[in-house]
């Protein structure tokens, strides 16, 4: 794929649509979205509830194709390497297989062996907190320690694109705050082209290059916003008027499509208040 500012694009998503068909009638998820991500870069989408995001994460991952558009991703040269690894919304774990092994999945299945595979996952087991569960089963695990499975198991892979679907959705505010610190460092010492899927701006602002924002169902672009916070962040760009300034700005533009996604499924009105 072609160059943009000196960065070679890694995704280009074009017109893409999805129509979800039963036997009832269609639902029109997406509309004529297109996205591009260069290398390297860590985007982040927001858009209210039913809007398309898992959708369009899931056709990225190829685990689902588009109605229409066209999508190119541009592969790594070490073509041993996954091209894409997700983190899923819901816990996607093998109730079966402890966290060492739910870890290591992905590294086994690329036939890597075991000394070698228990050391990565170990690695990334801690990064994440769960060393004391390294032999428990995901029943044995609470739904926030389930989710950091996920992404432990995401980041072992290695992929060239880490496409990531809420991932701290399910965490108490202060994990999440300590895993909001610790994907940054990781995004610092790796570079990888990241989507990340989030409910929320501070989140997408913290953690981006770039905010997109979709509209409300069918999903579609709205507005895109730079984020030029320097690097490496920590946490203590929350308290800068600059990232006040971002958060608001976006808030600003997606508080209309909530309402209208909350109107279309009846979820609270903003009519007929007083
Ligand atoms: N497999 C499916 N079959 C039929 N409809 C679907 C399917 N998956 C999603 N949809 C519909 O497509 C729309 C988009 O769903 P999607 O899960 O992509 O939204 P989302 O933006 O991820 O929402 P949330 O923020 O709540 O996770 C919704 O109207 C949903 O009902
Ligand atoms: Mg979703």
Redesign the pocket.
């Known amino acids: 794929m072609d160059r943009t500012n000196g960065a070679s694009l890694k995704i280009r998503a074009s017109h893409i649509s999805?129509v979800?068909?039963?036997g009832k009638g269609s639902?029109?998820?997406?509309r004529d979205f297109s996205l591009e991500v260069k290398e390297g870069e860590f985007l982040c989408i927001v858009?209210?509830?039913?809007?398309?995001?898992?959708?369009?994460?899931?056709i990225l991952a190829g685990l689902?194709t588009p109605s229409s558009g066209k999508l190119e991703i541009q592969p790594g040269e070490d073509t041993s390497k996954p091209l894409t690894s997700m983190v899923f919304?819901e816990y996607a774990v093998f109730p079966w297989k402890t966290v060492l092994e739910n870890v290591g999945f992905g590294l086994r299945m690329r036939g890597i062996h075991k000394a070698e595979r228990h050391a990565i996952a170990q690695s990334w087991i801690e990064r994440v907190g769960l060393t004391k569960f390294i032999h428990a089963y995901p029943h044995q695990l609470s739904g926030g320690m389930k989710q950091r499975v996920g992404i432990a198991r995401a980041l072992a892979n290695d992929p060239e694109i880490l496409l990531m679907?809420?991932p701290l959705g399910a965490l108490d505010a202060q994990t999440r705050m300590v895993l909001q610190e610790e994907i940054l460092r990781i995004w610092e010492e790796r570079r990888k082209t990241v989507v990340y899927?989030t409910?929320s701006i501070e989140e997408a602002v913290l953690l981006g290059d770039r905010v997109v924002l979709?509209t409300a169902?069918?999903?579609t672009k709205k507005a895109e916003f730079p984020i030029l916070l320097p690097r490496p962040r920590d946490l203590k760009v929350t308290a800068t008027p600059e990232f006040g300034e971002l958060t608001y700005t976006i808030w600003e533009a997606l508080r209309g499509e909530v309402l209208s996604a909350m109107e279309s499924t009846g979820a609270g009105s903003s009519k007929g208040v007083g």
């Open positions: 999805k979800f068909s039963n639902v029109e998820a997406i858009g209210p509830s039913g809007c398309g995001k898992s959708s369009f994460l899931r689902m919304q679907d809420e899927v409910h979709m169902h069918p999903g």
